[in-house]
């Protein structure tokens, strides 16, 4: 089933991500983590949608959408900056396999952070971070979405990983390597979310580290 839903407020989180919230339909459901398929109520874009995580929660009167645009080419997601208030998005059901299993180890990669944050939002509102630790890759310190937020929630360890060299930051790749140095408990579970060549990665390390595959919570192929 689609459903239309219109633009409250859009606002900047970084130089090329936006917060976008809109109405919600009655009895839409999701869970934290889950996404859904938006495409944009114009001309010549009904037809392209795109997967995007909500990073409302699920008892929220509205829907959010933490979305990363690439203005280099002309995609949905440089269209989606152009919106405005008023303007509707078309959405199907919510999908998706990450959600929450307990206190662990999050690795995103850029956009990859979108299902973490109702996830972690959620459990700072719930005081239940202890053992929750956030390593973020990105190429420079710019693109860190929602850096303040994170350094702000008590009892989450952040570590932000940058592809520029960035005095007080880990430089490199998100490796074997970097997980011994930063990672104390490799029985905890493992949240991976980001491009594809950052998952297999950090997968590959995760093995070397004896990690199973159940400790992975993760996007299905």
Partial sequence: MTHSITLRHIEPVTHDTYRLVFDRPDGYTFEPGQATELALDRGGWRDEGRPFTFTSQPEDDHLEFTIKTYHDHAGVTREIATLTPGENALIGPAWG????????????????????????????????????????????????????????????????????????????????????????????????????????????????????????VQEEA
């Avoid at 890759?137 to 940058?162: C, H, P, Q, Y």
């Avoid at 005095?167 to 980001?194: I, K, W």
């Fill in 97 to 216: 396999a990450i959600h929450d299993i307990g206190p662990g180890t999050f690795l995103a990669g850029g956009a990859g952070i979108t299902p973490f944050i109702p996830i972690l939002r959620r459990r700072s509102r719930e005081g239940a971070l202890d053992g929750c630790r956030l390593i973020f890759a990105n190429k420079s310190v710019r693109d860190i979405i929602l850096r303040e937020e994170w350094e702000a929630m008590n009892g989450l360890e952040t570590i932000f990983v940058l592809d520029e060299p960035e005095p007080g930051f880990p430089h490199g790749p998100v490796d074997s390597a970097l997980l011994e140095a930063r990672v104390n408990d490799f029985s905890c579970p493992f949240y991976v979310c980001g491009p594809p060549g950052f998952i297999e990665a950090v997968e590959s390390a995760l093995r070397e580290h004896g990690v199973r595959e159940d400790q992975i």
